[in-house]
């Protein structure tokens, strides 16, 4: 795979004038025709893309998601599809079928079409869901510029700002551009179903049920997944697994009331401390958890790790980008860290800091952690083990406020609260999923993509795979740094237009 980034000219004939189109490719486009196809249709593109980002999508305003459910069903019975909602509980389960009456195989697709919530005052423009266009300046600003920037000679780097931009509206966008496109080539060789997922940034808590209810009507042969950034270079990528998500959250308990630390400092005891402490035994300072048997079926062997090392990371890079000297030694490298359950802390919270930092001894403790699950992991036994430790230390260990006479009879107090999300899922390189990712971008690109055993990240996906007994593959189509859950999400313009040729070539593989 080359690591050289190539801008490609291409013109492209309109009703009454020729533009120079700048498109971005991470190799060398090979498929040519498939790529001026997808230039042709950036304006048309863009304009489909800004109307679904101006969709409000946050999963708790259930009037929003109704909205959105309305246009995601509309454009896609737009597109010869059978398209409605699921019953279920929660949101709805958007699904659009297209059946070839002479078809032997079904591809499920799944799609993100929830997002995370907002706050507008971290975002730089007025409102997050109203797309803006931006452009870099060479002191780093991204700097606003006009629509019209999008008619003229492209330049690839400019980049869409709005929530959800990548995550992930702009799969969902790419993916009907797609459909489009291959459209006008006749129908597939294959039945085409899609289940578009409103509750994915809250853990998508009724999808099990869902899918086990509506069994027969998702019934297919393998399931793909646009979503998620590629590989950190950028580099075109299909991901055969995911790991899943447990979380569990730890009180510790002090006085009722915060207290004068001049006057029971030494006397009031300090939840912060005792937290501190609980997890600081669970973890080295090297970042191994020290809980016994917490990694066991968990291994790498001399195959695997060969395997692992053939993903073009690059270590040095990598740790300079993200500002350390040293990792963490549960693997030797990247690759082989996220193929071991991880412990994170994710929050912690404890009285007051900086300019409200008060002199008290606080009333309580609390931390918020991530169990991240790879497939040998039983999320019930790993948060077992948490509890174990906890209770070793002495600690007695509920789930719920403590009882004042609860808080008289035991010294050292913890609320855990645990939620198994859902779990991690593996496919093979030579599965049907597996084989028609690897596929698809080895036509567009005339090289085989980067392959990833695992992606570090989580999408719940586990239980479509477990039900439906099928396998999977993951084909991003957005860039790597495109702020994701963060204030300022954007898509990179390049990689949109990449994105659609993307999954279209990944659609045309034949069955």
Not at 72 to 88: C, K, V, W, Y
Not at 141 to 152: A, G, I
Not at 247 to 258: A, D, N, R, S, V
Not at 393 to 402: A, C, N, Q, S, T
């Amino acid at each position: 795979m080359k690591k050289v980034i190539n801008t490609i000219l291409l013109w492209v004939s309109t009703l009454s004038s020729v533009l120079p189109i700048a498109a971005y490719a991470s190799g060398v486009v090979y498929d040519k025709d498939l790529y001026q196809q997808v230039i042709k249709q950036t304006p048309q593109a863009v304009q489909l893309y800004k109307n679904l980002l101006s969709l409000p999508n946050d999963t708790h305003n259930q009037e929003d998601i109704k909205k959105l459910s309305s246009w995601l069903i509309q454009a896609f019975n737009q597109r010869g599809f059978e398209s409605h909602t699921l019953e279920m509980s929660g949101s709805p389960l958007v699904y659009a079928e297209r059946i070839n009456p002479n078809a032997k195989k079904t591809v499920l697709v799944y799609l993100q079409a929830d997002g995370q919530p907002v706050d507008p005052k971290a975002w730089q423009q007025p409102n997050p869901y109203q797309p803006v266009l931006k452009k870099q300046q060479n002191d780093g600003r991204w700097q606003v510029v006009p629509w019209s920037y999008l008619t003229q000679s492209i330049d690839p780097d400019l980049r869409i700002f709005a929530r959800s931009a990548a995550d992930s509206k702009g799969p969902i966008a790419q993916f009907l551009v797609a459909l489009d496109l291959i459209q006008q080539q006749g129908p597939l060789n294959y039945n085409l179903k899609v289940i578009m997922d409103t509750e994915e940034e809250i853990g998508s808590p009724n999808l099990p049920t869902a899918i086990i209810r509506h069994k027969q009507k998702l019934k297919a042969d393998m399931l793909l997944i646009f979503d998620g950034p590629p590989h950190y270079s950028n580099q075109p990528t299909v991901t055969l697994g995911a790991r899943g998500i447990a979380t569990i959250q730890l009180t510790t308990y002090g006085p009722y009331k915060p207290q004068h630390s001049g006057h029971y400092g030494n006397y009031a005891p300090n939840p912060a401390l005792h937290l501190s402490q609980i997890l600081g035994s669970m973890k080295s300072q090297d970042g191994r958890v020290l809980i016994p048997n917490f990694y066991e079926g968990s291994t790498i062997s001399a195959d695997l790790k060969k395997l692992l090392s053939k993903v073009p990371d690059d270590e040095q890079q990598l740790k300079q980008k993200l500002g350390f000297s040293v990792h963490d030694k549960v693997g030797n490298t990247l690759q082989e860290s996220i193929q071991f359950p991880s412990l994170n802390i994710r929050g912690l919270q404890s009285g007051w800091v900086e300019q409200q930092a008060r002199t008290i001894v606080p009333d309580k403790a609390i931390a918020e952690i991530d169990i991240r699950l790879v497939k040998e992991s039983n999320p019930q036994r790993l948060i077992s083990l948490v509890k174990n430790h906890i209770e070793s230390l002495g600690y007695y260990v509920i789930d719920r406020e403590p009882t004042h006479k609860e808080r008289m009879t035991h010294p050292y107090i913890v609320t855990m609260k645990s939620r198994p999300v859902y779990g991690a899922f593996r496919s093979e390189p030579n599965s049907l999923a597996g084989n028609m990712a690897i596929q698809g971008l080895t036509k567009l690109y005339g090289e085989r993509p980067i392959v990833l055993r695992s992606g570090g990240g989580s999408i719940p996906i586990a239980p479509i795979i477990d039900t439906l007994e099928i396998p999977a593959a993951i084909v991003p189509s957005v860039n790597a740094d495109n702020n994701q859950h963060s204030p300022n999400e954007n898509l990179r313009v390049g990689n949109f237009i990449e994105g659609i040729a993307i999954i279209a070539s990944v659609l045309n593989q034949p069955l």
